[in-house]
């Protein structure tokens, strides 16, 4: 598996975040990547999307968190899949054949995501940035989605 490595050059005028593709060594990201399956298995909730929900997706909003090539059976036959990983533990695939390009959506929870207060995130250890900042949990998984709305 391949993950992202994170290379910047100090945030000088005119910069450019480079990114590299290397191995997944650390045990943690190798836990969680073994969350979504094995080289020839179709990942946890796996549902073709179309390409206007492709093009509504995370793909075009977050940096992916992992990148992998897997070959899984589709319709009675191996697919090539290019699939990217976010870190809300959701991800786009692609594939394509003679027809174009396939799209894909797969996640470990359809987070049900609701927004708590700063003082339940102060119980709960969560940093809360005030009265521009949200903080919501999936009732489902107790995934954290936090994010500043003051624009």
Known sequence: MAGFLWNDDGGK???????RLTGVHDK???EWLERFGTYNAVPPGF?????????RSNF??????YVEHRQVRLNQKYVNLYMYYFHDHTG????SDQQGVKYYKFFLCQHELKEI???EAEDKGIYHGGTMYHVEICQKCDYVHAYDSSG
């Open 13 to 19: 005028e005119g910069s450019v975040m480079h990114y």
């Open 28 to 30: 943690e990201d190798k």
């Open 47 to 55: 549902i073709r999307i179309s390409e206007l929900e492709f093009s």
């Open 60 to 65: 075009f909003t977050y940096m992916p968190k």
């Open 92 to 95: 786009i695939a692609m594939s």
């Open 117 to 119: 207060s700063r003082q």
